[in-house]
Structures are given as structure tokens and as C-alpha cells.
């Protein structure tokens, strides 16, 4: 097992290394640094500007994108980031804000999602053709259907706007982390105001997670082996347990550890329509704005958080079936 997982591990470096190179250049080439600092500070002298692309590497010429890529490394793995381009603010407390804010939403949506999917899958799986297998494959099917912004508006007009208008109170806030100027923690407010993004984004990961592991669960229960077990004596109990779910994971952890690992790069939709200061909100900020020293943090996360947790994809793969560490 340490073998396979360092096999898989030697890997991280030089994927890490390739794709934030590519990243690198796909910025500069589509957001065009030094125009947009320029749009951005109008009144910038000619020592300012060649001061942000001295500070940020925007080195021209044939080599300039390698040497610009490395000096731009360098200062990220030193801590010595590049300032905004709007306002001149450090770039790590506003996104270190943005990632906590993600990750609770992101979190806690999945968490919901994967318990709760997994949950219908297998009771639909065990009683195919049923009517509880038709009404968990018929909400999974409306809940892929409808887009996150539907759900999103539905679920505002109905706690917010209408639930106001016949109450007098909106049950559910419909934007930020927080009430406009409040300060300290307030872990009540804040569950509050995640309750509708948690359920929009939940409401498609149910859906997609009661279909795999229904579709999974399935398939290993009609397997030849299964009937082998059966044929043995061992009960539908422990069938089931120790045999059948343990082999319908394999397919559903590749989706559980990709979702999780996507959560760093924010719920760009959820988060844009209910104003949440998450990762997704920073993004599409940062990219109107065309600010490079925001850009390319951000870049390093997501990519960081997607190939890491494809590792211990493979990783949990080789746990949960030892044909794939041999393989």
C-alpha cells in the first residue's frame, strides 16, 4: 500500500508544476495584466506600472513567460505575494476569508449530499422496480433537472419575499454570512444564513450520488460472486455489509473525493446568487477586474485541492479493492 501510494504521490510535484505554468500563461494571454492595471489605476505613472510588472514578472520577449512563470513561484512559495491591483490590499487575508467561507458551504453541502444520496441509492437498490425505487429515481431525476439558479430563486421567493409578506419576517436571509454590520461569531446567524445555498447546492448532489450508488449497488448485487456468497449460507445482512456496499463504494468514492476536492473552487453560481463571500465570488471579481496577483493565488489553489484529492482518490480505490494496487 505505501508503495502504491508513493507511485501515485511522485506524480504530485511535476503535475503541480505543468498545470500552474499553463495557468500562468492562459492568464496573461486572456486578461492582459499590465492593460488591466492600467484600466484599473488610470492615474498610474510610468513608475508605478513598471514597478507591477517588475513585482509580478510580466517579463516580455521569448523567454518572458518562463522567466516571469519562476520569478512568480518563487514569491508564492516565499509568502511574498504581489499586492491587488485595486486598491492595493494583500491579496492572502481576503482570500483566506473567501476559502473558509467556501468550504463551510461547500462542506457541509456535501456532507449532506454524499450521507443523504448514498442513503436513497441503497434503498432504492434493494428493492428495484418498487415504489420506493420510483420515487427516489423520480427525484433524482427532477432534482438534475432543475438548475441551481431555479432552485435558488424558488427558495428565495418562498422564505424571503412571500414567507415576508405573510408573516411580516423572512425566515431565511437571502444573502451574506452575516447581517449587514455585524461583528464577532455567531454560529447561529451563520447557519442561518448558509440554510438555502446548503440546500440548493445539496439538491442536485443528492440526485446525483442516490443514482450512482443505486446504479452501483446494483450491479454488484447481480454479480456472480454474490450469488456465490448467498449459496454459502451467509446472510442477506452480512452480504449486503461486508460484500456488496463495500464494492458499490469504489465507483461512488471517485465522485465523492472529485466533489470534495471541487469545493475549493467556490459554487460560483450558488455563490453569485445569494451574494455569499466565498471562493466563487472572489473568482468573479478578480476576473472582471483582471487582477493577475489575485488570479493566479486562486488558480493554485483549485488546481492544488483537485489533484490532491484525485491522490487520495486512487488512494481509497487501492484501499477498498487491492486489485487496483496490483494492477
Not at 495557468?23 to 513608475?47: C, E, F, H
Not at 421567493?157 to 449587514?180: E, I, M, N, R, T
Not at 493565488?297 to 496490483?326: Q, T
Amino acid at each position: 500500500m505505501l508503495r502504491y501510494t508513493l507511485r501515485r504521490a511522485v506524480w504530485l510535484l511535476p503535475t503541480l508544476l505543468l498545470v500552474t505554468f499553463l495557468v500562468y500563461v492562459a492568464l496573461r494571454l486572456g486578461t492582459d495584466p499590465v492593460a488591466s492595471y492600467r484600466r484599473t489605476n488610470i492615474r498610474a505613472s510610468k513608475k508605478k506600472i513598471d514597478q507591477y510588472i517588475a513585482a509580478n514578472g510580466l517579463y516580455s520577449g521569448a523567454f518572458g513567460y518562463i522567466r516571469g512563470y519562476f520569478k512568480w513561484l518563487w514569491g508564492f512559495v516565499t509568502l511574498d505575494w504581489p499586492r491587488s491591483i485595486k486598491g492595493s490590499r494583500e491579496v492572502w487575508p481576503h482570500l483566506k476569508d473567501a476559502l473558509a467561507n467556501s468550504l463551510r458551504l461547500g462542506l457541509v453541502a456535501s456532507f449532506i449530499g454524499i450521507l443523504v444520496g448514498n442513503a436513497l441509492g441503497v434503498l432504492a437498490a434493494l428493492r428495484p422496480g418498487r415504489l420506493r425505487d420510483t420515487l427516489v429515481n423520480s427525484s433524482a431525476l427532477v432534482g438534475l433537472a432543475v438548475p441551481p439558479f431555479v432552485s435558488a430563486l424558488l427558495l428565495q421567493l418562498f422564505f424571503a419575499v412571500y414567507w415576508q409578506k405573510w408573516f411580516g419576517y423572512a425566515l431565511f436571509p437571502v444573502s451574506g454570512v452575516y447581517p449587514a454590520g455585524h461583528q464577532g461569531f455567531d454560529l447561529f446567524l451563520m447557519l442561518k444564513h448558509m440554510a438555502l445555498p446548503v440546500v440548493v447546492v445539496s439538491i442536485q448532489s443528492i440526485a446525483v450520488y442516490s443514482r450512482y450508488m443505486r446504479a452501483s449497488l446494483l450491479d454488484v448485487l447481480n454479480s456472480e460472486y454474490m450469488r456465490t456468497a448467498r449459496a454459502k449460507g451467509i446472510s442477506e445482512r452480512r452480504v449486503l455489509v461486508h460484500h456488496a456496499l463495500r464494492n458499490a463504494l469504489i465507483p461512488v468514492t471517485t465522485l465523492a473525493f472529485l466533489d470534495v476536492g471541487a469545493v475549493v473552487g467556490g459554487l460560483i453560481i450558488t455563490e453569485g446568487l445569494f451574494e455569499y463571500p466565498g471562493m466563487g465570488r472572489f473568482f468573479l471579481v478578480a476576473y472582471s477586474n483582471g487582477d493577475f496577483p489575485e488570479l493566479m493565488p486562486w488558480m493554485v489553489l483549485i488546481i492544488g485541492s483537485v489533484v490532491v484529492f484525485n491522490l487520495l482518490a486512487d488512494i481509497a480505490y487501492a484501499k477498498l479493492d487491492p486489485r487496483i494496487r496490483l494492477g
